[in-house]
């Protein structure tokens, strides 16, 4: 053999050698299935589906061994405005809002926000505001439980992980006739679609103490988040979310989208 044939020879011996080791080394789950597949096609370990006849994937539990169990405690307190600010302590378990609807991974997901056993919201990240429009007259239990990114609900020994408090004590400001009016503010209305936001972003001057009106429509579901206060509301495709801000300290404050990471505007607080 030539040196030149020799040299081609190694060469494609070289490559196929590199396909075969970048094979091996990434075995780790797919987050989203492949065509032709669905949600119960797994490449990697992501506990057991438990039987359940009649009910939905977002009810179906998918039990995992108690050292890879995620938990989470949730803390709710009301806001000074308007609704509930809530926070959660996961363990074991980080949010991945970029795979939603994809394979379950182990430790891996969102949450979901339910009220007397009946879901009120989806969560992408460690923070959510409640608004009061949003809880039904006389509701008692607030639940957050965990999910796989296919939608299943993450359990141990049998049980969904979550964990639930009582919103009795924690009501948010009365709104009757012997409260102060509230003034009227200012209001501004924000459409995001295909990734571009509109009016482009910019800064908004506000006094201290004067009340804003976010009104956000997007083309995809997320998540919105005003940057240095606990502020956010969830975005879902096609509806308008509506998102109140009322400042009271001085500084520049970003409203963002959290999953998509789109800067919406500026608030300048003086």
Not at 13 to 42: F, K, M, Q, S, Y
Not at 88 to 97: A, I
């Amino acid at each position: 053999m030539s040196g030149r044939r020799l040299a081609r020879a190694l060469g494609t011996a070289g490559i196929l050698g590199l396909l075969v080791l970048a094979a091996g080394c990434t075995e780790r789950p797919d987050t989203h299935h492949r065509p032709g597949t669905n949600h119960d096609t797994v490449s990697g370990p992501a506990g057991t589906l438990l039987p359940a006849e009649g009910k939905s994937r977002h009810e179906r539990l998918r039990q995992v061994p108690a050292k890879d169990a995620p938990a989470v405690t949730v803390t709710v307190r009301a806001d000074t405005h308007d609704g509930w600010n809530i926070r959660l302590d996961v363990r074991r378990f980080r949010f991945s809002p970029d795979s939603v609807g994809g394979a379950a991974v182990l430790g891996s997901g969102h949450a979901r926000l339910l009220l007397d056993g009946a879901e009120v919201a989806r969560v992408y990240g460690d923070r959510h505001h409640l608004p009061s429009a949003d809880v039904p007259a006389g509701s008692q239990m607030l639940t957050v439980r965990l999910h796989a990114d296919d939608h299943t609900v993450w359990a141990l020994d049998g049980e969904p992980v979550q964990d639930s408090v009582p919103l009795s004590g924690t009501a948010p400001p009365s709104s009757g006739p012997d409260q102060e009016q509230k003034p009227a503010g200012r209001t501004l209305d924000i459409t995001v679609a295909g990734g571009v936001v509109s009016p482009e972003p910019g800064r908004i001057e506000l006094r201290k103490g004067e009340r804003l009106t976010l009104r956000v429509t997007s083309d995809t579901d997320d998540e919105l988040h005003v940057h240095g206060v606990d502020r956010s509301a969830v975005l879902t495709a096609g509806r308008t979310a509506t998102l109140e801000v009322l400042l009271d300290r001085s500084g520049l404050y970003e409203v963002e989208t959290h999953r998509s990471g789109l800067v919406l505007t500026q608030l300048a607080v003086r």
